[in-house]
């Protein structure tokens, strides 16, 4: 069984940063696929970012291209989603999501194929 723990998330103006961290235990960090999704109020949980757990590949949504990094410290079994130019729609509870996966690339983009969830961190951007 693999916990998650994200932090990081706050207040913060349109156009800063923020930095996610997601902390994993009870299982072969590297070993597993890691994705964030977020979940606006009144909207469906979304994907975000992906990467693989070889840390090579990596996936974002079109809405966060150029603007978001996701990375990963297999030595730290941590993911980390850097969050530049934040806007008011990047408003949303953040969650980590991880996928036990034999293929060192692979990149899961569907909520569905994710095996484990944290509990979320709320982003607030202000405008």
């Known amino acids: 069984q693999v916990q998650l723990v994200e932090s990081g998330g706050g207040l913060v103006q349109a156009g800063g940063s923020l930095r996610l961290s997601c902390a994993a235990s009870?299982?072969?960090?590297?070993?597993?696929?890691m994705g964030w999704f977020r979940q606006a109020p009144g909207k469906e949980r979304a994907f975000v970012a992906a990467i693989s757990w070889r840390g090579g590949n990596t996936a974002y949504a079109d809405s966060v291209k150029g603007r978001f990094s996701i990375s990963r410290d297999n030595a730290k079994n941590t993911v980390y989603l850097q969050m530049n130019s934040l806007k008011p729609e990047d408003m949303a509870v953040y969650y980590c999501?991880?996928?036990?996966?034999?293929?060192?690339?692979?990149?899961?983009?569907?909520?569905?194929?994710?095996?484990?969830w944290g509990q979320g961190t709320q982003v607030t951007v202000s405008s």
């Open positions: 009870g299982g072969t960090f590297s070993s597993y696929a």
């Open positions: 999501a991880a996928k036990r996966t034999a293929l060192p690339w692979g990149i899961p983009t569907m909520m569905i194929e994710y095996d484990y």
